[in-house]
């Protein structure tokens, strides 16, 4: 079992058994803070702080028995003791934040964490109704106010669904545009039809340009700088003039949107083509926006 999992099935053997589950993701929030490297991270969503990673975790558990779930909660189900089995700066951890939030309500803890983590109530349908004026104008302070056009360009490896996510936010993204040849992922929440719901959630629209990507069987073997740039010169001699058209939507795209993001997979936009295919827009007639790399 993964170990972030032995969390959640600690947490609420801690709260005996069960909790509601806006409670399990503001405790599991709350936890995670005080972690030096999260075993969750969390996105802005419609009551604060959510870990989409979590709910998947959750949604496995409840598939294999451990835990059962309701229309409100969570229940552990497995008899079996896992708060011994974490390692014991992270049940320390468990136990401060059983100690300080167990008779906090769904609601209190939305307020707690709307007041000293108001990033992640810039998507609250709630924060109204639970914050002070004051305390409103600190969420507002976090929302993206950027309006010039930019042309970003975004990669996943190495990181998670939520951060990924975040990078988006925090940069005013509206559009995300998948340049993968082949958009499926081993790695949780990148395969196309769920990157594209969960940017969807978060009012980021989300459109895939097959025809802009390597092709899988190109990208064998690559291994060093060199083997890249020999990928990278094949694609700007025989993708990237074929493909104009393509391009040029993505520059309407831009003009009407302002910000959007061209996505792959390498976390270094030197080892990917999205970096290549920016250029080769940026020199389509009308072009006259930043390129950024996030």
Same mark, same amino acid.
Request: proline content about 3%.
């Given at each position: 079992?993964?170990?972030? =999992?032995?969390?959640?099935?600690?947490?609420?053997?801690?709260?005996?058994?069960?909790?509601?589950?806006?409670?399990?993701?503001?405790? $599991?929030?709350?936890?995670?803070?005080?972690?030096?490297?999260?075993?969750?991270?969390?996105?802005?969503?419609?009551?604060?702080?959510?870990?989409?990673?979590?709910?998947?975790?959750?949604?496995?558990?409840?598939?294999?028995?451990?835990?059962?779930?309701?229309?409100?909660?969570?229940?552990?189900?497995?008899?079996?003791?896992?708060?011994?089995?974490?390692?014991?700066?992270?049940?320390?951890?468990?136990?401060?934040?059983?100690?300080?939030?167990?008779?906090?309500?769904?609601?209190? $803890?939305?307020?707690?964490?709307?007041?000293?983590?108001?990033?992640?109530? +810039?998507?609250?349908?709630?924060?109204?109704?639970?914050?002070?004026?004051?305390?409103?104008?600190?969420?507002?302070?976090?929302?993206?106010?950027?309006?010039?056009?930019?042309?970003?360009?975004?990669?996943?490896?190495?990181?998670?669904?939520?951060?990924?996510?975040? =990078?988006?936010?925090?940069?005013?993204?509206?559009?995300?545009?998948?340049?993968?040849?082949?958009?499926?992922?081993?790695?949780?929440?990148?395969?196309?039809?769920? $990157?594209?719901?969960?940017?969807?959630?978060?009012?980021?629209?989300?459109?895939?340009?097959?025809?802009?990507?390597?092709?899988?069987?190109?990208?064998?073997?690559?291994?060093?700088?060199?083997?890249?740039? =020999?990928?990278?010169?094949?694609?700007?001699?025989?993708?990237?003039?074929?493909?104009?058209?393509?391009?040029?939507?993505?520059?309407?795209?831009?003009?009407?949107?302002?910000?959007?993001?061209?996505?792959?997979?390498?976390?270094?936009?030197?080892?990917?083509?999205?970096?290549? $295919?920016?250029?080769?827009?940026?020199?389509?007639?009308?072009?006259?926006?930043? +390129?950024?790399?996030?």
């Amino acid at each position: 079992m993964f170990y972030r =999992r032995k969390i959640i099935l600690a947490l609420l053997e801690l709260f005996n058994g069960e909790l509601e589950k806006i409670r399990l993701q503001k405790l $599991l929030f709350l936890f995670c803070q005080q972690q030096e490297k999260a075993d969750y991270d969390f996105i802005p969503y419609k009551y604060g702080c959510y870990s989409y990673s979590a709910n998947a975790d959750l949604t496995t558990m409840v598939a294999k028995g451990l835990l059962a779930e309701t229309g409100t909660s969570f229940l552990k189900s497995d008899k079996k003791g896992y708060a011994k089995l974490l390692k014991p700066d992270d049940l320390s951890k468990l136990k401060n934040v059983k100690s300080l939030y167990e008779k906090m309500n769904s609601n209190a $803890l939305m307020k707690h964490t709307y007041r000293n983590f108001p990033y992640w109530a +810039i998507n609250s349908v709630k924060a109204e109704s639970l914050l002070t004026p004051k305390e409103l104008e600190a969420v507002n302070h976090h929302k993206a106010t950027c309006d010039n056009i930019v042309l970003f360009t975004i990669g996943y490896e190495g990181g998670s669904l939520e951060n990924y996510l975040n =990078r988006l936010i925090k940069n005013g993204v509206r559009v995300l545009v998948d340049v993968r040849n082949n958009p499926l992922s081993m790695k949780f929440g990148f395969s196309k039809s769920q $990157l594209k719901r969960y940017c969807e959630s978060l009012g980021i629209d989300y459109i895939h340009f097959p025809e802009v990507g390597i092709v899988s069987d190109k990208r064998q073997e690559l291994n060093t700088q060199n083997d890249y740039e =020999r990928l990278f010169a094949d694609y700007r001699k025989n993708n990237l003039p074929k493909t104009i058209a393509t391009q040029q939507s993505i520059l309407n795209i831009l003009k009407m949107h302002r910000r959007i993001a061209l996505t792959c997979f390498e976390a270094s936009h030197c080892q990917c083509h999205r970096s290549h $295919l920016a250029h080769s827009i940026s020199q389509l007639p009308g072009f006259a926006y930043e +390129i950024k790399h996030i």
